[in-house]
């Protein structure tokens, strides 16, 4: 799932929305069709005017009035029609887009939020939500009326070579105005969408850890800060505006001037007997209707830059992140896990220089043991654990997972038979069964009998039944409602969830008093005793009496590994001496 930088750096560029949008074409044949009808049919009111002006008013005829009328009205129905179809079509097919791309979406966020943790895979679905209202909106229909605003000026020239003339200066001009609206707006919405985007990036980053900077008086700093980012932002909108609203007023001035203008040179005509008055009313309507797209096109150009720039995020996301056509799945893993010349980086910022936390490790560990992580702070334990599971996002060298690389495993299957507990606890909104068991519903139903047992592993059992609802009372986001010690023995009975063949426990015990420590060790015992394979990176050494074998680790690379010898001491929970170790 995941890959290396280099890899996605070196990628050529595609565009997945490309291939999306190639599946809309039976859509957009079908709104250009009802595009040609509706289109057509505008130009009933024009050849209605002409009628009554130069038939009606001169023959007095009622009836010849009645049925123009009934023809008019029923024209003016099926133009409405029309328009509502192709309206609904492009709704249906925006629904449909969405349908198909935001489960894809869905987990290239993920997937990028491992990567690197940003707010990006939660901004890429507002992106998307403002890529299909454009798409259902004005500006695509005003896009398939475009190319009949030639022909309503070609309309024009038939009805006389001064009003098609006169028509193309307006039409033209009103292009120009709209070419120079893209060439001077552009570039303002695009810098005030990615700042209005990095700001809310920021602010999101310090309002999640609110305490801290309420606690540590931190507010007054960051207010400053953000004061100069949200006057950075309003400036950026307020340029972007103005121009924006400047060329609308352009193109509002010629959309009014045409219709006094092209009306005085029919009326002139008329004087000079060279048009009628009908046709002289109906030119009006006629360079209404062609200069209609393209004022639409000026008014709605914000949209179009906002849904273009949507466009490039959500296509970048789902390029950078694709799927992964990893197969592989197995109903038990064996837990023999190995490295061979393995390499992790630091996640890159623009500028930062490639840098590695891990160095070219070559280790080989066997199925079934208790493995100790150990080493200073920085060594590399807690980026090696993600490396086992596969998750770090920039590598070099292999993990092989019983003989087949860690990545070409399918990822859901595969974390089903893994145990996980991360050094910062990650719970979720939601119930404490719900918790436990991963969400997961087995005939659209928690399984109980596997959330109790995981719940008694880890020695839980019995302080969720003392809780108001027992495995039904909420935990509140990110488990707030619970205590630290409480979040991180949960955590360990979702790890223990499902009898997993392989755990990885990153500092288990940091927040644990003495009775959440026993259970630890004695959920540790008994996954020992099923033949599991367990990972726990100890900062404290009272658990290293549990593990088989001891893994030392210093700047990134491995110091020692091998078996250890446990003095009566350390095996009594004292770690007033550090345990000895034997060679590999």
């Not at 130009?43 to 023809?71: C, G, H, K, W």
């Not at 901004?123 to 500006?139: H, K, N």
């Not at 009014?256 to 007997?273: C, D, E, K, P």
């Not at 409480?486 to 003495?514: H, S, T």
Request: charged fraction near 20%; charge should be neutral.
């Amino acid at each position: 799932m995941m890959m290396t930088a280099t890899a996605t750096a070196s990628r050529a560029p595609i565009s997945v929305m490309r291939d999306y949008a190639r599946v809309f074409r039976s859509e957009i044949v079908w709104v250009a069709i009802f595009s040609l009808i509706a289109n057509l049919l505008t130009l009933a009111p024009t050849l209605y005017m002409l009628q009554v002006f130069d038939r009606v008013m001169q023959s007095q005829n009622e009836f010849t009035l009645i049925a123009l009328t009934l023809i008019l009205v029923l024209f003016i129905a099926v133009m409405a029609f029309a328009e509502h179809i192709r309206s609904r079509l492009l709704v249906r097919a925006g629904m449909r887009f969405d349908e198909m791309i935001s489960p894809r979406l869905f987990i290239a966020s993920f997937d990028a939020q491992i990567a690197q943790p940003t707010a990006q895979g939660l901004q890429v679905f507002s992106e998307l939500t403002r890529l299909r209202q454009f798409v259902t909106g004005s500006g695509v229909i005003a896009m398939f009326d475009l190319p009949w605003s030639m022909i309503y000026v070609a309309v024009l020239f038939l009805m006389h070579p001064l009003l098609g003339w006169a028509a193309l200066a307006f039409t033209v001009f009103l292009g120009v105005v709209a070419w120079f609206n893209h060439h001077v707006s552009t570039a303002c919405i695009d810098a005030a969408t990615e700042r209005e985007t990095a700001a809310h990036r920021w602010l999101a980053g310090k309002l999640r850890n609110a305490e801290v900077v309420e606690a540590m008086g931190m507010l007054g700093n960051f207010r400053h800060q953000w004061r100069e980012r949200h006057r950075t932002l309003v400036d950026a909108q307020a340029l972007a505006q103005r121009r924006q609203t400047s060329t609308a007023s352009v193109a509002k001035f010629i959309q009014y001037a045409q219709q006094s203008l092209i009306l005085s040179i029919g009326a002139w005509l008329v004087i000079r007997g060279e048009l009628g008055i009908g046709a002289m009313i109906a030119s009006n309507l006629l360079l209404g209707n062609a200069l209609r797209p393209i004022a639409s096109l000026v008014k709605t150009w914000k949209e179009f830059v906002h849904a273009r720039h949507a466009a490039q995020q959500v296509d970048q996301m789902l390029a950078q992140h694709e799927i992964p056509s990893a197969t592989h799945v197995a109903d038990k893993l064996q837990g023999k896990l190995s490295l061979h010349k393995l390499s992790a980086f630091r996640p890159l910022s623009s500028g930062q220089r490639r840098e590695p936390i891990l160095t070219e490790l070559d280790i080989e560990f066997s199925a079934g043991e208790v493995i100790a992580i150990v080493g200073p702070s920085g060594a590399g334990k807690s980026t090696l654990l993600r490396c086992l599971l596969g998750l770090w996002p920039d590598t070099e060298g292999s993990v092989k997972l019983d003989g087949i690389d860690i990545h070409h495993w399918a990822r859901e299957p595969l974390g089903q038979r893994i145990g996980y507990l991360p050094q910062d606890i990650e719970l979720f909104d939601g119930t404490i069964a719900e918790n436990i068991c991963r969400f997961q519903l087995k005939d659209r139903a928690l399984d109980s009998d596997a959330i109790v047992d995981a719940a008694k592993r880890a020695d839980i059992h019995p302080m969720i039944l003392r809780l108001p609802q027992g495995y039904d009372t909420p935990i509140g986001t990110a488990g707030q409602l619970l205590s630290a010690g409480q979040r991180q023995r949960l955590a360990l009975a979702r790890a223990l969830y499902g009898m997993p063949d392989i755990v990885l426990l990153d500092e288990p015990n940091a927040n644990l008093d003495d009775a959440g420590e026993l259970a630890l060790g004695n959920a540790i015992r008994s996954l020992r005793a099923m033949g599991k394979t367990v990972f726990m990176v100890l900062h404290q050494r009272s658990l290293l009496a549990l593990a088989d074998r001891v893994l030392a680790m210093a700047d990134g690379r491995i110091a020692t590994y091998g078996k250890i010898e446990i003095n009566p001491a350390a095996q009594s929970g004292s770690t007033s001496e550090p345990p000895s170790e034997s060679p590999p």
